[in-house]
């Protein structure tokens, strides 16, 4: 679920720039920033001037297998968006594909988002449009590579503690296989089911604390246990994302 990161790309070296004629530059040359946009509707409204210029080659990138060629043709329009947002391109839950971008639920990055949702066309039955990562329609379904690692979502257990005056819930997160995985593989498997099962926005909003049980814990429940308790917290309307 996680989005791909978006890259910034080195500006072309001219003929005739720097000591010599095609020097190399410096690879210690840190990328220039790109700049924010002061008015994030127009940034949206130019995101999908480019969308609808450039989907008959993005359909046909995705028809052909080459979902990082499709990637590779909307990069540089979300980056005019906001230079730290992320973009995937996803099965969709309800339509062929999902495009989705992320600010990670950073509020610096809302109004960027809020803006490029806003301006999207209607979902129909080959595209759908989220501004955050949403989850999946059944977790216990998914299963994770990770090196030799096959890591069924099944098997995550959760104990879930609620906080009913902030309504919020603190984690832990066990996993049978994170006995064999190194801290950074176990930290990206406490996070990853949680997002899947709530979606990137409820969990940011509803989760608070959260541990990664390398042990089995007592008093477990299920990833769809988990989401039924969190959707289940007053203040919550609708579903999961």
């Not at 973009?87 to 969709?92: A, D, H, Q, T, V």
């Amino acid at each position: 679920m996680a989005g791909m990161r978006l890259f910034r790309r080195r500006p072309r070296t001219r003929h005739g720039d720097g000591e010599g004629a095609g020097s190399a530059p410096d690879p210690r040359t840190p990328f220039p920033e790109s700049p924010v946009p002061s008015k994030p509707e127009e940034a949206a409204a130019e995101f999908w001037r480019h969308w609808h210029a450039v989907l008959p080659d993005l359909s046909a990138a995705l028809g052909e297998g080459h979902p990082r060629a499709a990637e590779t043709l909307l990069c540089d329009a979300v980056a005019r968006v906001h230079p730290d947002l992320q973009l995937s391109l996803e099965r969709g839950q309800r339509a062929l594909y999902a495009l989705v971008v992320s600010g990670r639920e950073d509020p610096a990055l809302r109004p960027y988002t809020d803006a490029w949702k806003a301006a999207a066309p209607p979902d129909d039955a080959i595209w759908e449009f989220h501004d955050s990562v949403p989850p999946v329609p059944d977790p216990a379904g998914v299963t994770v590579n990770l090196g030799a690692h096959r890591i069924a979502l099944a098997d995550v257990r959760v104990v879930a503690q609620v906080d009913d005056a902030d309504g919020v819930v603190d984690v832990a997160v066990h996993h049978p296989a994170f006995a064999d995985l190194g801290e950074p593989e176990r930290a990206a498997m406490t996070f990853l089911p949680l997002e899947a099962t709530l979606g990137e926005r409820v969990a940011a909003q509803r989760l608070r604390r959260v541990e990664t049980a390398v042990a089995p814990p007592e008093g477990t429940i299920s990833l769809g246990e988990l989401r039924a308790l969190v959707l289940g917290l007053p203040g919550n309307v609708g579903g999961a994302d």
